[in-house]
T-cell receptor, first 115, second 113 residues
Framework: NAGVTQTPKFQVLKTGQSMTLQCAQD?????MSWYRQDPGMGLRLIHY???????DQGEVPNGYNVSRSTTEDFPLRLLSAAPSQTSVYFC??????????????FGNGTRLTVT | GENVEQHPSTLSVQEGDSAVIKCTYS??????FPWYKQELGKRPQLIID?????GEKKDQRIAVTLNKTAKHFSLHITETQPEDSAVYFC????????????FGQGTRLTINP
């Protein structure tokens, strides 16, 4: 298994541009989530999904959209990039409690800079 | 609201000494408490976790304790080694049956040789 795969690893955007961060997992995990990591702020939850067709907001959802059309994929869309969205983004997945109890598995992260 | 507080934000110990990191959570219904280690430039990786029906769990030099009454849990690392230097995050699942994890702010642990 490849685990959780994120692309790209690095990205530079100009203010106002849009882009999609890709996340895929091959572990048949129902639960997928996106976090952003900023110095001194820990990992803050942006959006999450408990299964295909179901998404919900986390702590810091503004400026981001998600969709979950398949179990494997959970893309994160930045609608109009702002410098405040400069961060490291992590996708993470796990089984749902109804499937099997398991910890979060993280991808390798995407480092995004918005100028 | 949903909240996990982690202290200290930085910790420096001599090699061979013990390190303790503490977290508190707000929701008494929380039932799952993992700890993650993140090395520089890498992704967070699970090192140990504990569930609310257990008071303590050990794995070699690492242990986690949980005090449900006080709503806090702690990570203990004994006989620290240089490779223990990293950022450590605590987290809590704030609702039984939910999968969402809320993370603490992180502790940067430095082991001095």
């Amino acid at each position: 298994n490849a685990g959780v795969t994120q692309t790209p690893k690095f990205q530079v955007l100009k203010t106002g541009q849009s882009m999609t961060l890709q996340c895929a997992q091959d572990m048949n995990h129902e639960y997928m989530s996106w976090y952003r990591q900023d110095p001194g702020m820990g990992l803050r939850l942006i959006h999450y999904s408990v299964g295909a067709g179901i998404t919900d907001q986390g702590e810091v959802p503004n400026g981001y959209n998600v969709s979950r059309s398949t179990t494997e994929d959970f893309p994160l869309r930045l609608l109009s990039a702002a410098p405040s969205q400069t961060s490291v983004y992590f996708c993470a997945s796990s089984y749902s409690p109804g499937q099997r109890d398991s910890p979060l598995h993280f991808g390798n992260g995407t480092r995004l800079t918005v100028t | 609201g949903e909240n996990v507080e982690q202290h200290p934000s930085t910790l420096s110990v001599q090699e061979g000494d013990s390190a303790v990191i503490k977290c508190t959570y707000s929701d008494s219904a929380s039932n799952y408490f993992p700890w993650y280690k993140q090395e520089l430039g890498k992704r967070p990786q699970l090192i140990i976790d504990i569930r609310s029906n257990v008071g303590e769990k050990k794995d070699q030099r690492i242990a986690v304790t949980l005090n449900k009454t006080a709503k806090h849990f702690s990570l203990h690392i004994t006989e620290t080694q240089p490779e223990d230097s990293a950022v450590y995050f605590c987290a809590a699942r704030l609702r039984p049956g939910a999968q969402k994890l809320v993370f603490g702010q992180g502790t940067r642990l430095t082991i001095n040789p």
